[in-house]
């Protein structure tokens, strides 16, 4: 005990409290288990000083919950991107409770999507593909093949001959009917593929600032290190005068 920092006996002192198995966390004022306290020292400097904007009271020589500090690490993101970006969007929103909750932001959007469309929906998108394929084309082209060499040979009766009329109506009524179908189908796939650009979005977003806060951390801890290695060697320097004292002192007896 007598080679501790200030600082050290402090924190030390304020685990020690009377009741053994709770600790009260100094910002939320709640009892909670030891193991789930974090030493002020370990906590990043960016979220000690949000925590201590709005508890001008508490210090890094005192213990808080991983509650609050999951509390104060979503409120410093938040700020950041607000000082960044200005005002937040849902997006942003979105994935500032994704960092607090760890959840994940990658999910299957079409198959999300598709689970919520209607009958008629999924009849356009089927003609659209049945329309948009060489199967559809070649059928269409034999189909129209028969009909005009039906109508041109002699040999058989011409329910519709040249310049075939019945045929062009037929062909207006299928593009009028055709052209909506598809138009319908291209506006659900505009729809998937705007939210799968915001899934992408805020995917890329939540790991941007994933790996701003490691950086932080490690930072943090590699600082953090350095003064401890900085006590170590300070405490070493003291043994090794303790130790050159002694041994003069020793000298000087036997000399005598």
Request: proline share 3%; net charge negative.
């Amino acid at each position: 005990m007598a080679n501790l920092t200030l600082s050290q006996l402090c924190e030390v002192a304020y685990m020690t409290q009377t009741d053994s198995s709770l600790v009260r966390c100094p910002v939320c004022q709640k009892e909670k288990p030891r193991e789930e306290l974090i030493s002020g020292r370990d906590i990043r400097s960016s979220i000690a000083e949000a925590i201590r904007r709005r508890n001008p009271d508490w210090n890094t020589d005192q213990p808080v919950c991983r509650e609050d500090v999951e509390k104060f690490r979503t409120l410093y993101v938040q700020d950041a991107l607000e000082a960044e970006r200005g005002e937040l969007t849902d997006l942003d929103r979105e994935v500032i409770n994704s960092l607090a909750s760890q959840r994940m932001m990658s999910t299957d959007i079409y198959a999300a999507y598709d689970r919520n469309t209607t009958v008629g929906q999924r009849l356009a998108d089927r003609m659209a593909d049945v329309a948009g394929s060489w199967a559809f084309i070649l059928c269409f082209a034999f189909f129209l093949a028969v009909w005009i060499a039906i109508n041109v040979i002699a040999l058989i009766r011409h329910f519709d001959p040249f310049p075939f009329i019945l045929l062009n109506l037929i062909l207006s009524c299928l593009a009028a009917v055709q052209a909506p179908v598809i138009m319908m189908s291209q506006n659900r796939q505009e729809d998937r593929d705007r939210l799968r650009a915001e899934n992408d979005y805020q995917i890329n977003l939540k790991a941007e600032l994933e790996i701003k806060q490691l950086h932080e951390k490690l930072d943090h801890i590699m600082t953090h290190q350095w003064e401890r290695l900085a006590e170590i060697q300070q405490i070493q320097m003291d043994l090794m005068n303790e130790l050159m004292g002694q041994t003069k002192t020793n000298n000087h007896t036997h000399t005598d």
